[in-house]
């Protein structure tokens, strides 16, 4: 059975994304690419969504979790300050390889770096801190990725995690879940509530895209 996005109506996404500035022409044809081959990568309104929020913070060091093709790395690199750089992180071998393909055709190698491994693994390798971090990775890994990511997380720096609502059935009661969907129901919402009930912590959780949360650290 095909699940389909409860987050958001299709009429509300489709005005949306029709108003919104559009994606510059080298950066559209990564979208476009990604689109037709069927890879997930952030959807335009979560797009617009995190560069007005980069767009505000002026980042130095932004740290992905999931590179996928490089298409938000490429998208969050127009908005680090002129000394800044990302460090991202991909475990599938495709992904890496096209993510880098990607990056030197967009001419930002000075300004990523593209991690293959798995980011559980690398995360405890990486050093210095942060001021953004971005997971948008395996949903089964949330919490671990957000635990280790409070290790490198600058004062006053932002957690961004994308896809938390999965289509809308992490809203959903647990006897309303079939059962091949309560391993991931139990997983976001455990990590939702831990994230969102973090006292060091200003968040917010927002029906966008797939669900995203926002969380900035009290300085």
Do not use: W
Request: glycine share 6%; charged share 30%; hydrophobic share 40%.
């Amino acid at each position: 059975m095909k699940i389909e996005n409860k987050v958001v109506y299709e009429y509300i996404e489709e005005y949306i994304r029709k108003v919104q500035p559009k994606l510059d022409i080298e950066l559209e044809a990564v979208r476009a690419q990604a689109e037709e081959s069927h890879v997930p990568i952030i959807k335009p309104e979560v797009a617009s969504l995190i560069h007005t929020l980069l767009a505000i913070k002026k980042p130095k060091r932004i740290l992905e979790i999931g590179t996928a093709v490089g298409f938000s790395a490429n998208l969050m690199c127009k908005y680090l300050v002129s000394d800044g750089e990302i460090i991202t992180i991909e475990r599938n071998a495709d992904m890496y390889k096209k993510a880098l393909e990607n990056i030197k055709k967009l001419k930002t190698e000075n300004k990523i770096k593209v991690i293959f491994g798995d980011a559980i693994e690398e995360m405890t390798k990486i050093s210095g801190k942060f001021d953004v971090i971005f997971i948008d990775a395996a949903k089964g890994h949330y919490d671990t990725f957000y635990n280790d990511s409070l290790l490198l997380l600058a004062e006053e720096g932002m957690i961004i995690a994308d896809n938390v609502l999965y289509k809308g059935l992490v809203a959903c009661e647990k006897d309303e879940i079939v059962r091949r969907h309560k391993t991931i129901h139990k997983r976001m919402r455990s990590f939702i509530d831990m994230i969102m009930n973090n006292p060091e912590f200003e968040s917010t959780l927002i029906p966008v895209g797939d669900g995203i949360i926002i969380s900035k650290k009290i300085g």
